[in-house]
């Protein structure tokens, strides 16, 4: 790709690896080369994304502690006809991070935006838990507190395979939560997807809730839960 591939003014969405760092798409590449400037959610961690891929890209901090303050400083350079790149901490930017505050206020000022698709750590979950694929439910992290008990009754009644990030310090009691409420359903929980220590675990909740967690709390984790199945529920009413 030539520099000229670059469109002016325009926000590129540029989907960056969930752990392998060579999960990156040619594409990405040369458009973080090629763009005015990166924003990214984690400076530290993109660094050396962007050191092993050899991207001298002038880089800000963009997060979601920062965003509103940082958000009209890329819109300026983007009307400004500059060309930026988003890029979230892992993964898909807008996907459970703050990449949407973002591409609203771009939409709001007609800012051209182009999504550079690559890894997405739900993806790789949903294709490996080995439920159904057909229709999906994406819900990324529950709430903490309030919410997190209407939110999983709405949801106990869904025939779509359920979809959840956690994060490992309430991984126990979200699986906990999960069962009480949903009672038992086959779970996939995948660990630290394309990384060393890459793993998922097909069980039930029920299993889960008799034997404890079984494999190491730490990493980061999907948890893919299967739907209300017509099975499920003649059991539940028997
Ligand atoms: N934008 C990211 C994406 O496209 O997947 C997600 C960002 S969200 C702030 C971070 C959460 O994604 C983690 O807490 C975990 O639930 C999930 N995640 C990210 N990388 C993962 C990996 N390598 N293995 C398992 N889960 C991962």
Redesign the pocket.
């Known amino acids: 790709m030539e520099p000229s591939d670059i469109i002016p003014g325009t926000l590129y969405l540029v989907a960056t690896p969930?752990?392998n760092l060579r999960d990156i798409t040619l594409r990405a590449i040369e458009i973080l080369k090629t763009v005015d400037l990166i924003a990214a959610e984690d400076t530290r961690t993109s660094r050396i994304l962007l050191d092993y891929h050899r991207i001298q890209t002038p880089v800000i901090s963009y997060h979601d502690h920062n965003k509103e303050r940082i958000t009209p400083r890329l819109i300026s350079r983007l009307l400004d006809q500059q060309s930026v790149a988003l890029i979230?901490?892992?993964?898909?930017?807008g996907?459970?991070?703050p990449a949407f505050y973002a591409v609203r206020e771009a939409v709001a000022h007609q800012i051209r935006v182009e999504a550079i698709p690559g890894?997405?750590?739900?993806i790789s979950?949903v294709i490996l838990s080995g439920l159904p694929t057909d229709r999906f439910v994406f819900e990324g992290f529950l709430p903490a507190q309030k919410g997190r008990q209407k939110r999983l009754k709405e949801l106990a009644e869904d025939p779509r395979t359920l979809v959840f990030?956690?994060?490992p310090h309430r991984l126990e009691r979200t699986l906990n939560d999960l069962y009480r409420v949903l009672g038992d359903r086959p779970i996939a929980v995948?660990?630290?997807?394309?990384?060393k220590f890459e793993q998922v675990v097909r069980t039930t909740l029920a299993e889960v809730d008799q034997q404890g967690v079984t494999w190491p709390i730490k990493g980061?984790?999907?948890l893919v839960i299967g739907g209300l199945t017509r099975k499920l529920k003649r059991t539940e009413e028997s």
Do not use: C, H, N
């Not at 979230?88 to 930017?93: H, L």
């Not at 995948?190 to 990384?195: P, S």
């Open positions: 969930i752990g979230s901490d892992a993964g898909t930017p996907i459970s991070d890894s997405t750590a739900m979950a990030y956690e994060s995948a660990r630290e997807l394309t990384k980061e984790f999907v």
